[in-house]
């Protein structure tokens, strides 16, 4: 009966679920909305819709987000790391392995799958909603744009390449690359398998590293 005792008398260890932060929330609901956007498109796609995917109120999404094209902008944002894998830490690998890995040219199907639908959905809304693409440069391209050109220009300072104008270098390298995908709707025409995609922009890579190498 001790036994028993001692069990009963042990204050019972309640406490409130563990309620997730605002950030991860927000994360949440991007996903969810990225997801949203997708499959309904921009015009068939409301906060509404994004809300009771994500089982939040609507209340706590306007909390994180005032609009639409607010949410729309924070997919753009989160969607940057499926272009360019930046910033990342310093690592021990030569300018065209650390490209490569920048670029995901080894991303999985299904995630390269993804980044094209994205892309697809905003150059097909266009022309109803020409702020998509103001976005999309603002929050997605210039952003990338930006990170790759900081992280050539650290390259630079590290002695381990040359190169005038890393703006420029950047623009360079993601014209060759974005441009050697093809257009995301298009991609199957553009090339007659992935393997020769991949060898082509590996090439492209290749090319540019051997032309910024240090002397």
């Known amino acids: 009966m001790d036994g028993v005792d001692e069990v009963a008398d ?9 309620v997730s932060s605002d950030e991860d929330k927000r994360a949440h609901i ?3 909305a990225r997801r949203v956007f997708v499959k309904y498109g921009y015009a068939g796609s409301t906060t509404a819709v994004v809300a009771t995917e994500a089982g939040v109120s609507k209340q706590t999404l306007y909390k994180l987000f005032q609009s639409k094209e607010e949410l729309f ?15 990342r830490a310093v690592e021990d690998l030569s300018i065209a392995e650390s490209l490569e890995h920048i ?7 299904k995630k390269d799958a993804d980044r094209a639908g994205f892309l697809q959905l905003v150059f097909r809304e266009a022309a109803q909603f020409p702020e998509l693409i103001e976005i999309l440069q603002r ?16 390259r630079r300072a590290e002695g381990r390449l040359t190169l005038d104008d890393p703006a420029s270098g950047a623009r360079m390298l993601m014209d060759m690359i974005f ?17 020769e995609m991949l060898a082509h922009l590996r090439r492209c890579i290749a090319i540019f590293a051997v032309g910024v190498r240090a002397t």
């Not at 391209?141 to 992280?151: F, I, V």
């Not at 441009?179 to 393997?195: F, L, Q, V």
């Open 73 to 87: 902008a924070a997919v753009v944002g989160a969607h940057r790391r499926l272009m360019l894998d930046l910033p």
């Open 10 to 18: 042990e204050p019972r260890r309640r406490g409130r679920p563990k």
């Open 139 to 154: 929050e997605g391209m210039l952003a990338s744009r930006q990170h790759l050109a900081d992280w050539l220009n650290d």
């Open 179 to 195: 441009g050697g995908m093809g257009p995301p709707e298009g991609r199957a025409h553009a090339w007659s398998g992935r393997a």
């Open 30 to 32: 991007v996903e969810i």
């Open 103 to 109: 670029f995901m040219i080894d991303m999985d199907e």
